[in-house]
């Protein structure tokens, strides 16, 4: 079953609410002595989280068919970078990170019980129910297989944000009198936290084949006073693009970027990398993006609006401190 992004979050009693974890979706299944988790894409996962096939196993069930999210937790929330280090061709790599990051397993649906009968058909105030009965009697004290709470009531939900702030990726809401969709998208619905950040403009990058600005290298200054790149918007409207282009040209200076650069060795380089034009420090843009970690804007960001008032100085990158997560707030 899949989310379909909404702006609002939906209100009524036919509605569940859960938490948006930021991690790998996962179906873990057990049957006949096998444990096998499998990605959204139909991929195996199996062989990269032993310490999720592992925990599984100790599980008294027999046969089961989950429906969850992969997550690493790491700090003051969880950490999507450490989940990508667990995608890795050398299996003793895998066993070493399984030991320094290990995951867990955080599980909101129920697909298959005990005796091998398909939930599918089954809608969700009744599976939700049989997940918690589950939870009761398997998971118990370990660690490793955890269960995502649920609410009813949008307060509730709401209060989740609050006490946890960025670890939680938004939010789900999933209709009660639905079964379980497979491949559809007509079931559940996804909210994502938006929040916003005033970026110093270090770069740009013209379009492919054009001379025209495509997009804007994002900067923040760290507490050494080095501006470092943490990303980048494209959204940019076309009919402003030739004055903007103008406005960027009479900036072009050297470094650019004093600490971090585009192109430096990074998981996000790519061929075009280099070819960007470094900017003095003047301009300032509020942008508005979904998710921060390793240093960077997981996706591109979407332009708010330009911000003449603030100075360069004050984009730091404290205004993107996470709050201290509580996982155990929200996992039972």
Request: net charge positive; charged share 25%; glycine share 8%.
């Amino acid at each position: 079953m899949e989310a379909r992004s909404v702006d609002e979050i939906p209100v009524g009693p036919e509605w569940q609410y859960e938490p948006k974890w930021d991690g790998f979706r996962c179906l873990a299944r057990r049957c006949e002595g096998t444990i096998e988790l499998t990605s959204k894409s139909g991929q195996s996962l199996t062989p990269y989280f032993p310490e999720i096939v592992e925990g599984l196993r100790n599980l008294k069930s027999k046969r089961f068919l989950l429906d969850g999210e992969l997550v690493v937790p790491k700090g003051n929330g969880l950490s999507f970078d450490a989940l990508l280090q667990r995608i890795h061709p050398a299996a003793s790599r895998v066993q070493q990170l399984s030991r320094e990051t290990p995951a867990i397993f955080i599980v909101f649906d129920y697909l298959m019980d005990e005796k091998g009968r398909s939930l599918t058909n089954t809608n969700l105030e009744a599976r939700r129910p049989a997940l918690e009965a589950f939870a009761k009697r398997y998971l118990g004290t370990q660690e490793t297989v955890r269960l995502s709470p649920a609410a009813t009531e949008l307060k509730t939900a709401m209060s989740w944000l609050k006490h946890v702030g960025d670890t939680l990726d938004g939010l789900i809401a999933k209709r009660r009198d639905r079964a379980y969709d497979a491949g559809a998208r007509t079931a559940m619905v996804k909210i994502k936290s938006h929040r916003t950040a005033d970026c110093v403009v270090g770069g740009f990058r013209y379009n492919e084949g054009k001379s025209l600005v495509g997009s804007l290298l994002l900067g923040l200054y760290d507490k050494r006073g080095l501006l470092h790149h943490v990303g980048f918007t494209s959204g940019l409207k076309a009919h402003e693009k030739p004055d903007l282009t103008r406005r960027l040209e009479k900036l072009v200076s050297e470094p650019g970027f004093t600490g971090e650069k585009p192109g430096g060795p990074s998981r996000w380089s790519t061929a075009r990398s280099a070819a960007w034009k470094p900017l003095q420090p003047k301009l300032v843009v509020e942008v508005s993006y979904d998710h921060f970690s390793g240093g960077r804007f997981r996706h591109g960001t979407s332009i708010v609006r330009w911000r003449p008032d603030k100075a360069p100085s004050q984009c730091t990158m404290e205004q993107l401190k996470q709050k201290r997560a509580n996982l155990q707030r929200l996992l039972s």
